[in-house]
């Protein structure tokens, strides 16, 4: 492998009482990229992203991280990451410089390199009007670019994002990530979760995650190349008895309505699906408009957890068992 | 190994919350000063006008002395005259009087036969303070002996040290300050960590290299300086209102209180690396605060407590604490006399600083 490594984990499992919240997960992050964990509620994303920078201690499995062993050297790999919480976790009762000033005294940057540092963030997350205003003030937008301001101040390898663009509004979240591909672009590599699936697609790479079990791991485009369904767009006048023609179908895996159109996604197993469809459907709606279009990153992890959701439980509980003796 | 620049990343941020957090400035100088100004004059042991209703059923020249005798005492206070018994103990049941005072119709004879009491007080025994000085009117000499000359039966004659007026403020204020500082340095600690918990700031301390002994001692240290200025203020309020001599050394004094501040500092740190919230931790606070001020020896004498409860005394700071402040300010005791206390305290800090370092953990888990 010519490509440096910056995070390795080998089975790595994490149970909170009953709840396995993290199934024996391998994963393998490369240098200056941006990896992306996409995921519903619950999937495992942020007990994971927890562990890998020693703020959880896994229940087993190996993790190493900038060649640190993990939690063992948690400490040392404090100084070499950024992390930025789910939640917004900076001081309200500060304004934006002392916020930014704490953050780098707490890194023990050099009194010379602090003040010019903390200058350089303000320019280029667009802070500098907002200096002197006090952060509980912030708009949503305004407080996630201050997050990430303070995360970066010590110019971390390594960047830790907990649902980073959850509650921000759309330009915010595009302005958001131009600066994290700003960021790549300077040597940091990035583990950023979400459940936007526009961001999913943005990344270099892409692990998804169901019931802490990862489903997929690949590049986006990779991902959608090798989706195991057929995916259609049906037009037609009368919607509602298709949908309800094709939930009485097996082979219909998924689909989703979108105004006058439906999303189908259709199994593999069927050897010349669009005729299938015709077949099925040409009874029922004479304006019917079949057209095959390509996949797109939701198709992908509606087919990657579909797999699991329809896993027998009997063989789920095996794997959870096997993960705890 | 602690990092200078990171604790002091900690201290800046705490006194730059502080400088805003109007309610906590205002609890730090209103506090000590309504609280001396309010049990300095308000506690007293030193018992007077106690209401008192009488019946006087002779209603003869000796009785309407011995009235005006117990009246001239200033210990009681005549609220009323009623004609029964029972009229006496409806209001000793009420509450409305603490002493009946009772006068047979055969007062006069019974004045004569030195076997029998002459007179009869009916007192509320549940305050036993009222009853002590109940019972001292019992020392009272009969109207006419007053007149004669009668042979000295004293056993002891009794000199009072230290506070010769026996004002009750000069035992009260020095308290004031060990009890002042428990109120305020408990709580302002004690919520520290739950807060930043419960905001969640936490995530991200712990995602920095900050130590949890940086955290810790930075959290811990303007405090001590705000400890500093409490101290001063009760010690000026408490000599320039209510002229509490300070006999001892003024150095000791703040050597003293800035040990006991800390050992409160860190006891409110273990409450607060303890509590999942805010709440709990104020409810552990107030659990610590109410038997610190009630057993420390602060209110009651240490000497009437059982043995037992001497004994969980002797744990809390607040108990050295006064043994210390009363000894260096109102009886010039120095501090090499009072070695013992100052080390109980000293060691009361460390035990609990390690705990609450033990017990906070840079993990989520």
Redesign the interface.
């Known amino acids: 492998m010519n490509v440096e490594q910056v995070i390795q984990c080998r089975q790595l499992s994490r149970s909170f009482g009953s709840l396995q919240a993290v199934d024996h997960l391998n994963l393998s992050i490369p240098k200056q990229s941006i990896y992306g964990f996409l995921g519903p509620n619950g999937s495992g994303k942020s007990t994971t992203m927890r562990m890998l920078c020693g703020l959880l201690t896994p229940s087993s499995g190996q993790v190493e991280v900038l060649g640190l062993e993990i939690p063992r050297q948690a400490e040392q790999l404090k100084h070499q990451i950024g992390y930025m919480a789910q939640k917004f976790a900076l001081y309200d009762d500060l304004t934006v410089t002392e916020n930014l000033s704490f953050m780098a005294k707490a890194y023990n940057l050099p009194g010379k390199t602090q003040a010019q540092r903390i200058a350089e963030t303000l320019s280029r997350y667009a802070l500098q009007p907002l200096q002197k205003q006090m952060t509980g003030t912030l708009s949503g937008g305004q407080k996630q670019r201050l997050s990430l301001a303070a995360a970066t101040l010590h110019k971390p390898k390594l960047l830790f994002l907990d649902e980073p663009t959850s509650g921000v509004d759309p330009q915010s979240r595009r302005d958001f990530w131009e600066s994290l591909f700003e960021l790549v672009n300077d040597g940091v590599t990035i583990l950023v979760s979400t459940h936007y699936m526009d961001e999913a697609e943005r990344c270099h790479g892409l692990a998804i995650l169901d019931h802490g079990v990862k489903v997929a791991d690949e590049s986006p485009a990779n991902l959608i190349a090798q989706i195991d369904a057929s995916v259609f767009q049906i037009e037609g006048t009368s919607i509602m008895p298709l949908k309800h023609q094709l939930a009485t179908c097996p082979e219909v895996l998924s689909m989703m309505q979108l105004g006058e159109r439906l999303r189908v996604l259709l199994s593999k197993k069927i050897a010349n699906p669009q005729d299938y469809l015709q077949r099925l459907l040409a009874p029922i709606d004479q304006s019917l408009r079949i057209t095959p279009i390509t996949a797109s990153i939701e198709d992908v992890f509606v087919m990657a957890t579909l797999h699991r959701q329809s896993m027998p439980p009997a063989e789920k509980s095996v794997t959870t068992n096997a993960s705890h003796f | 190994m602690i ?1 200078f ?2 604790l ?3 201290f ?2 705490e006194v ?2 502080l400088k ?2 109007r309610m906590t400035i205002g609890m730090i100088f209103g506090i000590p000063i309504i609280q001396i100004l309010l049990f300095g004059y308000a506690i007293n042991t030193d018992i007077r006008w106690i209401p008192t209703v009488v019946m006087d059923s002779a209603s003869t020249q000796s009785s309407r002395n011995l009235i005006s005798d117990l009246e001239a005492s200033q210990v009681v206070k005549i609220t009323g005259y009623v004609q029964t018994i029972n009229e006496i103990e409806a209001q000793l049941r009420t509450g409305k009087v603490s002493i009946g005072l009772v006068i047979p119709a055969d007062f006069e004879r019974r004045l004569q036969q030195n076997d029998r009491a002459a007179a009869q007080l009916l007192v509320d025994g549940t305050d036993p303070i009222i009853l002590a000085s109940a019972r001292q009117l019992t020392s009272l000499q009969r109207h006419q002996d007053t007149q004669k000359t009668q042979p000295s039966s004293t056993l002891f004659s009794v000199r009072h040290y230290y506070n010769p007026e026996r004002r009750s403020a000069v035992n009260t204020i020095p308290g004031l300050i060990g009890v002042i500082l428990t109120m305020t340095m408990v709580i302002f600690t004690s919520i520290s960590l739950v807060r930043e918990r419960e ?13 949890s002994n940086e955290l810790m001692l930075g959290k811990i240290l303007p405090y001590i300086v705000i400890g500093f200025f409490q101290v001063t203020l009760i010690l000026a309020l408490g000599v320039w209102i209510f002229n509490v001599p300070i006999v001892g050394s003024l150095a000791e004094i703040y050597i003293v209180a800035m040990v006991f501040i800390a050992a409160n500092l860190t006891l409110g740190l273990l409450f607060s690396t303890l509590a999942k919230t805010q709440l709990q931790a104020l409810q552990m606070a107030i659990f610590i605060m109410l038997p610190s001020i009630l057993l420390s020896g602060f209110m009651f004498p240490f000497s009437g407590m059982p043995v037992v409860a001497q004994w969980i005394t002797e744990l809390l700071p607040l108990t050295h604490f006064e043994r210390l402040i009363r000894g260096i300010m109102l009886r010039g005791a120095s501090l090499s006399e009072l070695l013992p206390e100052l080390l109980a305290l000293i060691g009361f800090m460390l035990v609990t600083l390690w705990l609450a370092s033990k017990r906070f953990h ?4």
Request: zero cysteines; a positive charge; glycine letters at 6%.
């Open positions: 990092s620049g990171r002091w990343a900690v800046r941020k730059w919350q805003r957090d905001k969640g700031n936490l995530e991200l301390l712990i995602n920095t290299p900050i130590t840079k993990r989520l888990d």
